[in-house]
């Protein structure tokens, strides 16, 4: 438990220094008569129930949750407290009967009254002893709801004896009350029961070192419980004098104070808890910021990495073909062959102006711009994709099948793109089909349903394994030795620029079937 703060010491402080003037400001009319209202002790005794009950389940929760075997005895004197004001309250002459239910004789509220103000100055002392002793110990986990169902059933059943001693036995105790004035030996008796919260106040104030918030209470409570007796039944003549009235006031004071410090240490909890909270919170936003910066900071990187990958990967094409024709070229010219070594400079030329053309589109592709889509000729561009794809294929060439339907013949769509998706299908299908015994590539146009002109580029190689085929579009991913992983990836890109979807499925014959469509060339 935590020592008090000075501003709960202070509180503490002034209420006891308030509790002592008004004890000493009743003594002078402690002992006048005053209203004759039995129906006080019903309310007061309500009153009691309710806050001693609340207190003993909130001290039970501290045990719960600390472990600490006094908050259990303390539960427990206080759940006592308020179970022993129902039949106090039944035998309490002239309050719901003349002379109290129960089978009740004229002394047994009284013997009541002294096992109610008995019971909670034992178990503070109860408490404090076995804190001094055990202040460390505490009972596990397991064992938590047995002791407090354990401390639940003695309470039961040390309250119902007590009834049953002082109701059917009443007739062997010692007189208390004699024509509702108090006996000689109830002077006795509670000047014995006065050094109980006297005990336990010094006790209190000795062992608990540092004094936390709710022993600084209990010390308030106890000083109140010797105003209680003291007024209520040791200088007062009787019941319904000023000073029993003001020590029944004091009586009711004494159950709320550990309750009212209780609920505001709860609430107190759950302020710091909220602020803990919005402390996480704000720092769980800075660095969910934070990881977004570096996360938008790497994914510019990543997109960066694609785009060149991109680059490389697209101009590679033209570069090997300006490459072939030029080592041609050598030949050409070393044979003294003008007219072919005229021939390849020229397509050397016209892949240069290629990679040219590549390079611009990506890079307006990339920046968002626009393409340039046009009504365009299906076959003029396959044919030359295809022608394109060729170049530098080792023999031998596979066999190539071109379906083209009449009712396509155009689409409208950017030409260096579209013949780049093309090139990458063709090339793809080809390298896919390897040393494949039967090696056919199939291209084929069509007209679908919703008025959209298909292409379609199929191998007859080894077809697709079902994990390439889930992230078969994705970047990076790729099934060759030395591959990039990026040519489908851009495919996909451009395809979708278009309106288009690009997708992968078996081919009835073996290999794989690429299919993406393009609008029609009269949008």
């Not at 044979?335 to 102006?353: C, F, H, I």
């Amino acid at each position: 438990m935590l020592p008090a703060p000075p501003g709960q010491r202070r509180l503490a402080l002034g209420v006891a220094c308030l509790l002592l003037a008004v004890f000493l400001a009743t003594l002078p009319f402690a002992r006048i008569g005053w209203f004759h209202l039995p129906a006080f002790v019903l309310t007061q005794k309500t009153l009691m129930l309710v806050s001693d009950l609340i207190t003993s389940a909130l001290l039970f929760g501290q045990y719960s949750i600390g472990r600490l075997h006094a908050f259990n005895i303390l539960a427990g004197g206080y759940l006592f407290t308020a179970l022993i004001a129902v039949p106090h309250t039944l035998t309490f002459p002239e309050v719901l009967s003349q002379t109290g239910l129960l089978g009740a004789g004229p002394q047994t509220a009284a013997y009541l009254y002294i096992a109610a103000h008995a019971a909670l100055p034992l178990t503070i002392i109860a408490a404090a002893l076995q804190r001094k002793h055990a202040d460390t110990a505490s009972d596990p986990t397991d064992g938590v709801i047995g002791s407090i169902a354990g401390m639940v059933l003695a309470i039961i059943l040390a309250v119902a004896a007590t009834t049953l001693l002082v109701t059917r036995g009443h007739q062997w105790l010692p007189p208390l009350i004699d024509n509702g004035y108090y006996t000689r030996e109830a002077r006795i008796a509670v000047g014995a029961l006065l050094a109980l919260p006297l005990a336990a106040l010094l006790l209190l104030a000795r062992t608990a070192r540092p004094l936390s918030t709710l022993d600084l209470w209990l010390i308030v409570t106890m000083l109140a419980w010797l105003c209680t007796i003291a007024l209520g039944a040791f200088i007062s003549r009787g019941r319904y004098d000023i000073g029993w009235y003001v020590g029944s006031f004091f009586d009711f004071l004494t159950s709320i104070f550990v309750l009212l410090i209780l609920i505001s240490q709860i609430i107190l909890l759950y302020e710091r808890q909220a602020s803990a909270a919005a402390a996480s919170q704000r720092l769980r936003e800075r660095r969910i910021n934070e990881m977004e910066a570096v996360l938008i900071h790497l994914s510019r990187v990543s997109e960066l990495g694609q785009n060149v990958s991109s680059l490389i990967h697209e101009v590679n094409q033209p570069l090997t073909a300006i490459s072939n024709y030029l080592a041609a070229a050598m030949q050409f010219l070393a044979a003294s062959n003008t007219v072919r070594l005229k021939s390849v400079l020229q397509q050397s030329a016209e892949q240069a102006a290629r990679a040219t053309e590549i390079i611009r589109h990506l890079r307006d592709f990339i920046a968002g711009h626009d393409s340039e889509k046009r009504a365009d000729d299906i076959p003029e561009m396959l044919r030359n994709a295809v022608s394109l794809a060729l170049l530098g294929i080792d023999p031998p060439i596979p066999a190539i099948e071109m379906r083209l339907s009449s009712v396509a013949p155009s689409a409208f769509f950017d030409r260096v793109q579209i013949e780049q998706v093309v090139f990458n299908l063709v090339r793809n299908a080809i390298e896919a089909m390897g040393d494949s015994e039967r090696r056919v590539l199939t291209i084929t146009t069509r007209l679908t349903a919703d008025n959209m002109v298909e292409i379609s580029v199929a191998d007859t190689g080894p077809g697709l394994s079902p994990a390439i085929r889930a992230q078969l579009f994705e970047p990076f991913v790729t099934t060759k030795a030395g591959g990039l992983g990026v040519g489908l990836s851009i495919c996909r890109v451009i395809v979708e620029a278009h309106g288009g979807r690009l997708y992968a499925e078996d081919n009835p014959k073996g290999g794989t079937v690429f299919r993406f469509a393009l609008p029609p060339s009269a949008r």
